[in-house]
């Protein structure tokens, strides 16, 4: 699909696409550290896949030349395309939809969630599509899913514990306290928490800080031989 009146060679240019729709990446805290997990999980999850895209809060164009036809998805995932940075997501361009969606729902976005993005997925098909209500404020239950099942979408039955499984990417969706865990469903291995990617993030500056002090005493002793 095409808007009219726009010359080819410029709407099929990123650069003719907002990148930043103005409002704020999350709502507060919570919100913003859950997305920072999921992606940054999904993101190690396939690092080593050549042909899957990992991304969030990037805004989607899916109208050719319409730069009000967007969808700015907190979570997604998008397999067959270059892995790749990107100023914003032309989906007549990359040929593939996500086929896995999370929104992180909050009081401002909630009614938009539930009723304008779920319609809109499901038209340009997103396979999978999952809400998390983080502080349990807004839905029940606070996790929810949708699956394409001949081109609409149905509710994903949760399991007996309350999570969701993804078909797409062979992950479990469960809560812990105010965030997801995504668990590995071949091997039962949950993928890092958002405290564990904390972690690791601190300790791999803490060897980086410590490698630069090594190598400026090291520098420091060359230099004091040579003076010598």
Same mark, same amino acid.
Not at 84 to 91: A, D, E, I, V, Y
Not at 165 to 176: I, K
């Given at each position: /699909?095409?808007?009219?009146?726009?010359?080819?060679?410029?709407?099929?240019?990123?650069?003719?696409?907002? =990148?930043?729709?103005?409002? &704020?990446?999350?709502?507060?805290?919570?919100?913003?550290?859950? /997305?920072?997990?999921?992606?940054?999980a999904l993101k190690d999850r396939y690092q080593d896949v050549p042909?899957?895209?990992v991304a969030g809060n990037l805004l989607l164009y899916f109208i050719r030349g319409d730069r009000t036809a967007r969808l700015a998805p907190d979570v997604f995932v998008v397999k067959g395309v270059e892995k790749?940075? !990107?100023? =914003?997501? +032309? +989906?007549w361009k990359e040929g593939q939809a996500p086929c896995f969606v999370i929104e992180v729902t909050s009081e401002d976005t909630r009614d938009e969630d539930i009723e304008m993005k779920r319609d809109r997925y499901e038209r340009i098909r997103v396979d999978e599509y999952f809400l998390h209500d983080p502080l349990a404020e807004y839905l029940n239950p606070p996790l929810q899913g949708y699956r394409l099942q001949d081109g609409r979408y149905r509710r994903i039955s949760p399991e007996?514990?309350?999570?969701?499984? =993804?078909?797409?990417?062979?992950?479990? +969706?469960?809560?812990?306290?105010?965030? +997801? !865990?995504?668990?590995?469903l071949a091997t039962g291995? &949950?993928?890092p928490s958002f405290q564990e990617v904390q972690e690791a993030s601190r300790r791999k500056d803490e060897e980086i800080r410590g490698l630069k002090e090594e190598l400026a005493r090291l520098r420091h002793e060359l230099e004091s031989r040579g003076q010598g």
């Open positions: /699909m095409q808007a009219k009146g726009i010359p080819l060679e410029q709407d099929d240019d990123e650069d003719f696409y907002p =990148s930043s729709d103005g409002r &704020p990446i999350a709502e507060g805290d919570v919100h913003l550290e859950e /997305m920072f997990y999921l992606i940054t042909d899957v895209y790749r940075n !990107r100023k =914003s997501f +032309l +989906l007996p514990d309350g999570s969701l499984v =993804s078909w797409t990417t062979g992950l479990r +969706l469960r809560r812990e306290g105010e965030h +997801l !865990r995504l668990v590995d291995t &949950p993928l």
